[in-house]
């Protein structure tokens, strides 16, 4: 049976996990996916194979790519006019479509509109839907998919690249921010909140990575220190000499970084928009504030950075506990799963 997967700004992760998948599958298959929007390298060393690099706004056919229609495709999202142009022709050839879909359920009133709407004009087109984790889940059920007909663990960081290091109150008293310098990370407000508190935790650092207009307007402080973009192969190194992960976005459909940290045994700070909180969050391991709410958050770094001996140790291990549902491995073990039921 001849199957493709499509994706969109194709990460390495992705192409890590893409890579387990067709192994365990045991035949070849296709890859398409339009390209990150921050360059990475080494994308078809980590698949293993070449990819077919399209532009999402162009209508395609599979010849276009010099391949023949596939019996299943796992489509990336409903949104990209490529991908849905190859959907289309797998069903019009009698195949199966599987739908990738990372949105996480916010229950705002775009969303609750755009139930009866997807159950109308887009459910039929899908014969089952793979998403990151819980939130996923509950959005998949209001667009009109059977609990049987949903799959969770789309998304997952590689354990060979992020794994436990020192034990927490063995490494510096250091926070993490890794993500793009834009509004919607809210990483200003991360700043203005470690500045806010500092003189109250001594010895403690901010360390920021990324890229993004908003780089240069984080405010300076001497224990703030912000970095660019670094390559996923370098990040691992940087969350095991962190005690704290934190992502204070104002909306996140999931967000994989989540999951890095929990992989690296980090504490969690997130806010209420981070649809991973659901699969890697509890009191053990994580405080939670309201997005947006910078006094919030900055009460929230307290509590984290005043953990102690036991609280430390239970914190670490939550978060590998909780961070071992997701992974190429069960990324792949659902794709297994899911191509029975479609052929």
Known sequence: MSIAFSWQGLPQYA?????????????????????????????EEALGQPIHWV???KILRWADLGLAVPKVFFQAGWSCPA????????????????LLMDNAWRGDWRQ????????????????????????????????????????????????ALFFDGLPLAERPKRILFVGQYIERKDCLGLAAAFQSVADRIPGWELHLYGSGPLQEKIPSHPRIRVRGFVQPAELGALYREARIFALPSRSEAWGLVVHEAALSGCQLLLSDAIGARHDFADLKNAAEFPAGDHAALARAL???ASAEGPALARAQAESRVLAATHGPQVFADRIAAIVPRLS
């Open 83 to 98: 991908f849905n142009a190859l959907g289309d022709e797998v069903r019009a050839a009698g195949g199966k479509v599987c």
């Open 55 to 57: 532009e999402g706004s």
């Open 15 to 43: 192409a890590r996990q893409l890579r387990v998948a067709i192994d365990q599958l045991g035949q070849s298959c296709a890859v398409v996916g339009t390209r990150p929007s921050v360059p990475v390298q080494g994308m």
């Open 302 to 304: 307290l509590n984290l």
């Open 112 to 159: 609750r509109l755009g139930g009866p709407w997807f159950r109308l004009t887009m459910r039929r087109q899908f014969c089952a839907v793979l998403v990151p984790g819980i939130s996923g889940r509950r959005l998949a059920r209001w667009y009109g998919f059977a609990d049987a007909d949903i799959f969770e663990g789309l998304y997952g960081a590689d354990p």
